[in-house]
């Protein structure tokens, strides 16, 4: 399995579709960057959190750095994994692979942890850089508490990755063709990052509880939950409250321990979710005949 | 004919949607032979061999090759076995080697072994001097041999090749026989499929013929020719000076002969043993200038045609 991690890895490495998302990624880091440029100065620093709003802070115009990763990671889960397995097939190397002498699974596997690994690193950088021009730009360096947050942030992003690009090779082991197993990642992000929370949630939902529990569903709202528990630690819980109940809140930020109870349900739910999509691609490709024609 | 039995099916059964592709097939091939699958398209010749290696799973019935049950021990049958598919491919990205390099390192090659392999099997084929050039720039025949050089680098006691010389140009066909013809001396048997009658009957020994998923006939090469056209016997050309019906009449009294026919000067003799040397030496010994001497040649078309008349 090793030798296919390896190789799976040179060859994204190599990729002209692994320099285009490290671009995009990067040139989402500046936005980022900026935004925080423009904005942190009106930032509310009596919570003792300085360095982490370099992420939060949005611009004039421009939105914060975590909601361009938020949008990107998706992508780049689906990039990295919508043509795993089919590409194999549709240029013949699967038969070939196959006939040596290693476990089939081995082939699945290999290419999932190569797309983590490769996603883990992309995410790594990003955040590296924009921690490293921001400690110029602002002065102030991180605590210790910010940096596990920013590490347990990190892993959140890459669990959410991981989910999309199980869902991505989910469709790459079921169909056949490639544009069409893009196509229908692509379907299933939009349908997440957009309709859903926008039009239907909104439409089917009778009361506050069922709104919350029906936004839940999607992996967008989790992983978003928990980037604001993590990163705002002045956010006491996720979903809404009523304005009577904001009125008692003590205004001071909530310890590492208690943001991370608060996520705690988010994180192991895009953990179970990216399993099943893993799970469910494992199983599909176990059982998939090689057939003749 | 006390072969080893390296390749071995019993009542090998394959059915996909309810057809029955692969119908209670057996098939054995001898160590270091060359032995050719033939069959009209659909006739599951490759659904067999995926099934020989352990890729697809059999109905009913078993495969077994050198040994190892090939549905319950695939790893072990994959590790002697190299098997070339019908349609080949390769990572465009990488060159001939880095490609090579992979496949042997699956094979859990180390390092040297894998280099000083690899560079023999591109030598072998012909490829040394595009080596490092990537292969999505390789011609078609260029990739089918880099494919048996994919199947020779793990150094396979079996080779399995699908269509060796599909897309070939007549010189690359000519190489790459050569090349499977030399594989029995190096210990390595060969099955291969192809729909080039004479490429077939020119290097395998054996063969069998598959029509419908069944087994239609499975034997050695001459015999079965044999059989196809003479009933199992012998037929020698013999063209003299003058044949006389003295003549015809002495050489049907040479033990062994059948029957004698003339046409011209040419006798048809058919016979039950290569009896070339005694008729000859009837036709000297009458004082009869002898031209040539020749055993009928038995094309595989013939025999294909014969099978699939009564099929």
């Known amino acids: 399995m090793i ?32 935004a925080a440029y423009e904005g942190i100065r009106g930032v509310d620093i009596s919570t003792g959190f300085v360095f982490i709003n370099l992420f939060t802070t949005r611009g004039e115009s421009i939105p914060s750095l975590v909601t361009f990763i938020g949008i990107f990671v998706p992508i780049i889960g689906i990039a990295l994994g919508f043509d795993a397995i089919n590409r194999e097939y549709s240029t013949g190397t699967m038969s070939r692979i196959l006939s040596q002498p290693i476990y089939r699974d081995s082939v699945i596997n290999g290419k999932f942890l190569a797309g983590i690994i490769t996603l883990a690193i992309m995410m790594a950088t990003t955040l590296l850089i924009v921690s490293g021009f921001g400690l110029r730009m602002i002065g102030v360096p991180p605590s210790a508490e910010e940096i596990i947050r920013l590490f347990i942030y990190f892993v959140s992003i890459v669990i959410f990755g991981a989910f999309w690009m199980g869902l991505a090779i989910l469709f790459s082991v079921i169909i056949r063709n490639l544009a069409i197993s893009l196509l229908a990642s692509l379907a299933v992000w939009l349908f997440f990052g957009f309709f859903y929370t926008m039009l239907i949630v909104p439409a089917v939902a009778k009361t506050v509880d069922m709104y919350l529990v029906l936004l839940r569903l999607s992996p ?11 990163l705002l630690p002045q956010s006491r819980g996720l979903g809404l409250l009523a304005s009577g109940e904001v009125s008692y809140m003590i205004p001071n930020p909530l310890p590492l321990g208690q943001s991370l109870l608060i996520v705690w349900p988010q994180l192991t739910t895009m953990i179970a979710l990216a399993a099943v999509c893993f799970a469910v691609s494992y199983i599909v490709f176990m059982r998939q005949e090689i057939r003749a024609t | 004919m006390d072969k080893k039995i390296v390749l071995e099916t019993q009542d090998l059964t394959k059915r996909y949607d309810g057809n029955t592709v692969v119908d209670h097939l057996n098939l054995h091939v001898a160590e270091n032979e060359v032995f050719g699958l033939l069959g009209p398209n659909g006739a599951g010749k490759t659904t067999t061999i995926l099934m020989l290696l352990g890729l697809t799973e059999p109905a009913s019935g078993s495969a077994r090759i050198f040994g190892f049950n090939s549905t319950r021990e695939p790893l072990k049958v994959k590790s002697l076995t190299g098997y070339l598919p019908e349609r080949l491919g390769f990572y465009d990205g990488l060159t001939a080697r880095q490609n090579l390099r992979f496949i042997a390192r699956l094979n859990n ?29 390789f011609s078609r025949g260029m990739k089918q041999r880099l494919g048996i050089a994919d199947v020779l680098v793990k150094e396979p006691r079996l080779a399995i090749l699908d269509e060796p010389t599909a897309g070939l140009d007549p010189e690359g066909i000519n190489q790459i026989l050569d090349l499977i013809t030399g594989l029995p001396k190096m210990g390595t048997t060969v099955v291969m499929c192809s729909h080039r009658l004479y490429e077939v009957q020119r290097i395998c020994h054996s063969i069998a013929i598959l029509a419908a998923g069944k087994l239609v006939v499975e034997g050695a090469l001459d015999t079965l020719g044999r059989e196809a056209l003479a009933g199992g016997r012998y037929r020698i050309e013999v063209e003299t000076a003058d044949s006389s019906p003295q003549l015809v009449e002495i050489i049907g009294k040479i033990k062994g002969v ?25 036709v000297v010994d009458n004082g009869v200038a002898l031209t040539q001497v020749k055993m009928q040649e038995f094309s595989l078309d013939d025999i294909y045609k014969k099978y699939f008349k009564e099929g």
């Open chain 1, 3 to 34: 030798t296919i991690v390896r190789k799976e890895l040179a060859d994204y490495f190599t990729s002209v579709r692994c320099f285009i998302l490290f671009l995009l990624v990067l040139l989402a880091s500046a936005a980022g960057l900026y």
């Open chain 1, 220 to 230: 967008n709202t989790l992983f978003d939950e928990a980037t604001m528990a993590m």
């Open chain 2, 109 to 137: 090659m180390g390092n040297d072994e894998a280099n000083q392999q690899i560079d023999q099997v591109l030598e072998a084929v012909g490829l040394t001097k595009v080596a490092d050039t990537a292969v999505g720039k």
């Open chain 2, 258 to 282: 059948k029957s004698v026919e003339v046409e011209g000067n040419f006798l048809h003799v058919t016979t039950d043993s290569d009896l070339r040397a005694a008729i000859s030496k009837a």
